[in-house]
């Protein structure tokens, strides 16, 4: 398996550079184009930027990256991707379903973690949703997203724990950034369970 870690290792201190946080919106797009499951790589942008800016990195490839496929998937490469959906019935049922239900369950699909995002995009691309209902549904990634990179950001902090402890870091802002994190987590993880069981009642196929 492919060690993102060990490759991040090497480039951290580029990646933390304004250059570097470029680099990697770019590097998430080609990872979305290819078909790879995003999860580490978002854990990972909050590990590098923190939550915040993290979500904004990770948010601008995925976005950038969802479109791309939505486009090639439609046009130049949909014999393609009309292969890969073949291979998930769900998906292949939630395209038809997209056409009746329109940016509702675009939307409730995004917050949904039961869905592979790179795959959806494809089917997306070989449904009759317009290009406005799809982009617009793309917001509901933002809780996963904040969710995995507040994750990787606490990730980040339990790895260096002992450094701050050893630099007598004020105690208060440790609890306060952790006890924000936290809650942060806490609340992404509703939204997205109550996502999925909205989107799961929305059409008894799916």
């Known amino acids: 398996m492919f060690d ?36 580490w790589l978002t854990m990972a942008a909050g590990l590098l ?31 393609f991707a009309q292969g890969q959906v073949s291979k998930f019935p769900k998906l292949f049922l939630l395209g038809k379903a997209v056409s009746r239900e329109g940016l509702k369950l675009i939307f409730l699909s995004r917050l949904s973690p039961v869905l592979p995002f790179s795959f959806l995009n494809l089917a997306y691309g070989l449904s009759e949703v317009t290009l406005r209902d799809y982009t617009i549904g793309l917001i509901g990634i933002l809780p996963g997203t904040i969710l995995y990179c507040c994750l990787g950001a606490i990730a980040g902090d339990l790895s260096n724990f002992k450094n701050v402890l050893l630099e007598n870091s004020d105690s208060n802002s440790i609890v306060i950034s952790w006890v ?24 008894p196929l799916i």
Do not use: C
Not at 21 to 34: D, P
Not at 56 to 74: D, H, K, M, N, P
């Open 180 to 203: 924000g994190l936290l809650a942060t987590v806490g609340v992404a993880w509703l939204v997205i369970r109550a996502a999925n069981k909205a989107f799961q009642e929305s059409d």
């Open 49 to 79: 930027y923190g939550p915040w800016l993290g979500t904004i990195v990770v948010f601008l490839g995925a976005f950038f990256g969802a479109e791309l496929v939505f486009f090639l998937s439609r046009t130049l490469f949909r014999d």
């Open 4 to 39: 993102v870690s060990a490759l991040l290792e090497l480039y951290i201190p580029f990646l933390h550079s304004p250059s570097g946080a470029l680099m990697f919106v770019f590097l998430y797009i080609l990872w979305i184009v290819l078909l790879l499951p995003g999860l």
